[in-house]
């Protein structure tokens, strides 16, 4: 793999865990668990750090495969939250 589609899995990585997680901490947020939606909070920063430095510099290509994983992070997090509000 070269190195600027490796940059761009990276980005897209990155923003698929952030919308996955945010859509998640909408369950814990709306069923009132604190703590969990602490630590998703936590880790939704984590991430959002980790990620932006790529993205903020990046050139278009780079914020689609931004946009990109943040759309499947998203419908990814809405499949999630739905199975974790049946277990939970």
Do not use: P, R
């Amino acid at each position: 793999m070269e190195i600027g589609a490796a940059k761009m899995v990276k980005i897209f990585t990155f923003a698929y865990i952030q919308l996955l997680l945010i859509a998640v901490n909408t369950i814990n947020v709306a069923n009132g668990k604190v703590f969990l939606a602490m630590v998703t909070s936590l880790l939704i920063g984590i991430a959002w750090c980790v990620g932006v430095s790529g993205v903020a510099h990046g050139k278009v290509k780079d914020k689609i495969a931004y946009c990109m994983g943040g759309s499947l992070g998203c419908g990814s997090g809405i499949i999630v939250s739905k199975f974790l509000g049946t277990v939970i």
